[in-house]
């Protein structure tokens, strides 16, 4: 028996208290919706609990890559001809712009790639703040190279006013007070702070553009203040933003989150991140050379990720365990076929519309260009682990069924 499913099993069997991660992470991390969640599951407040995919612990995530069955040299394998096939015969009827790469790495048999159109670039839309969460992170271990608990005090303990950056935006967040047991879910304000920690779940839990904003903008405050970030006053800030030329602030905000992703072997044309994800953290730091992504570039992420090479070790585990979807999953993520098994996922999505003669534009069924991405780990109980990035650009027609109907195909020729 494997030992995910003895946990789950132990926690279904109510043998051990087990309390679910990213949830146990709480005391390390101080993200107060984690507290809140793990109330809702322990059944002291009301509330929906998560699936039983995401009732693992802190300390079933690992990586998934880093053992002797992939040395230094290691990258993206040939094509495997029956996983090829099996790939091929899901998408006949799907529109021509399906572009997908997935690979095999289950325990126990030999790694299995397959790719459809996988070097096809698109919009990645919110995917892109997997690059964000990189690149903070990238300059979060130059200030602090050589101590991991550093690095998590700062993430725990520093907090950060949203400001203008944050606006405008649609999702909402969490606010939760451990002390009185108050919750709600509203959208950012600029007058809202958070400690680090909970920006970059925000940024990822939810998908707050918000968040992205503000944890791109403390990104290009470390990398301009370095060692004196910690202790750095709004005086200095504002002076920094006011006074530094815009083409300036652009060339800084680009190389933080693009420079990470070049260093891991992902080129320009595989993925790049262009603009920041609000208006008004757009018109501070306009954006640069635009936006793009390819099912191979992401591929290529989640496998650097998985070897351990997001910068390091520790920011490649931390990142994982940021991905871990404990909030309530969409699109490809929340396919029943996947309810049973660890998901680290990001989701992105965008639209545009046009006028047109019998068309009424709608939410994710743009007419210019209607991009839907996503990019997954799973890992079921049974050992049985693969890594997908999934992107479309399908006109008029929200894909949202479309991706979920694919992730149980996918799963289902992956275990067979």
């Not at 802190?58 to 094509?79: H, K, M, Q, Y």
């Not at 290009?220 to 750095?232: H, I, S, T």
């Not at 709004?234 to 602030?249: E, G, H």
Request: overall charge neutral; charged content about 20%; proline content about 6%.
């Amino acid at each position: 028996m494997s030992r995910r499913l003895l946990l789950l099993l132990l926690f279904i069997s109510g043998a051990v208290s087990l309390r679910p991660y990213p949830i146990d992470g709480y005391e390390r991390t101080g993200i107060r919706r984690l507290l809140q969640v793990q109330k809702v599951v322990n059944g002291e407040i009301a509330g929906t609990p998560p699936s039983p995919g995401a009732l693992w612990s802190i300390d079933s995530i690992s990586l998934n890559l880093t053992g002797e069955r992939f040395d230094s040299t290691w990258s993206l394998p040939a094509v495997d001809p029956d996983l090829q096939k099996a790939l091929n015969s899901l998408f006949p009827n799907l529109d021509e712009s399906y572009a997908v790469a997935l690979l095999d790495i289950t325990p126990g048999r030999p790694v299995r790639y397959a790719q459809r159109k996988e070097t096809r670039t698109f919009q990645p839309g919110s995917v892109g703040k997997l690059a964000v969460v990189t690149g903070f992170m990238c300059e979060l271990e130059a200030i602090f190279p050589d101590s991991v608990s550093d690095r998590v005090h700062l993430l725990r303990t520093h907090q950060v006013k949203a400001g203008r950056w944050a606006l405008p935006n649609e999702h909402t967040v969490p606010f939760y007070n451990p002390e009185t047991g108050a919750f709600q879910k509203r959208v950012l304000q600029a007058g809202d702070m958070f400690s680090l920690y909970e920006w970059l779940d925000h940024m990822l839990s939810v998908s707050s553009n918000g968040a992205a904003s503000v944890v791109w903008r403390e990104a290009v405050l470390l990398r301009w203040f370095g060692a004196r970030y910690p202790d750095m006053t709004q005086t200095q800030i504002d002076s920094f933003f006011t006074n530094t030329p815009k083409a300036r602030l652009s060339e800084i905000a680009m190389s933080v989150v693009n420079e990470p992703l070049r260093n891991m072997g992902i080129e320009d044309d595989e993925w790049r991140l262009g603009s920041f994800f609000t208006r008004e953290a757009k018109a501070m730091i306009p954006g640069m050379g635009g936006s793009a992504a390819s099912p191979e570039g992401m591929m290529k992420f989640l496998v650097a990720m998985e070897r351990g090479q997001l910068i390091d070790p520790w920011t490649s585990l931390e990142v994982k365990r940021l991905m871990y979807m404990t909030d309530r999953r969409i699109r490809y993520a929340a396919s029943p076929a996947l309810k049973d098994a660890g998901v680290y996922f990001k989701s992105g999505s965008l639209y545009k519309c046009k006028p047109e003669e019998g068309y009424t534009c709608a939410k994710y069924k743009g007419n210019v260009d209607n991009y839907m991405n996503s990019v997954a780990i799973v890992e079921h109980p049974d050992s049985t682990t693969y890594l997908v990035a999934l992107m479309s650009n399908v006109l008029r027609k929200n894909s949202n069924v479309d991706h979920n109907t694919l992730a149980s195909q996918i799963d289902r020729i992956v275990r067979k």
